[in-house]
């Protein structure tokens, strides 16, 4: 088992930052794949990004992509998520999750909520326009 709690969210004005955190613990010695997907109101859960555990592979979807930027520390069984020039159509929840034993490291699978095993509870992200 893994358990992953997210932190950082909050409410900012449109163009400004944030930093969320996702902190590991459980099962931590595993090489996992780590994401960060969000799900506004009223829309699907959608991918955000994802981190391969030697951080040499990542993805962003399109619509974050130049903004954010993922990375981890795997000493400190943390993932971050520095986000930038944040738009009103950021606002979401945003969901770490863990992907223990993924069977594909292409963008595709990667990108599917199914391929990851463990979620955080969320944190909320508002940005003001």
């Known amino acids: 088992q893994v358990q992953l709690v997210e932190s950082g969210g909050g409410l900012v004005q449109a163009g400004g930052s944030l930093r969320l955190s996702c902190a590991a613990s459980?099962?931590?010695?595993?090489?996992?794949?780590m994401g960060w997907f969000r799900q506004a109101p009223g829309k699907e859960r959608e991918f955000v990004t994802t981190i391969s555990w030697s951080g040499r592979r990542i993805y962003y979807a399109d619509s974050v992509k130049g903004r954010f930027t993922i990375s981890r520390d795997n000493a400190k069984n943390t993932v971050y998520l520095q986000m930038n020039s944040l738009k009103a159509e950021d606002t979401a929840v945003y969901y770490c999750a863990a992907a223990l034993m993924p069977i594909s490291d292409s963008t595709t699978y990667l990108s599917r909520s199914g391929a990851y095993d463990y979620w955080g509870q969320g944190t909320q992200v508002t940005v003001s326009s």
């Open positions: 459980g099962r931590t010695g595993s090489n996992y794949v």
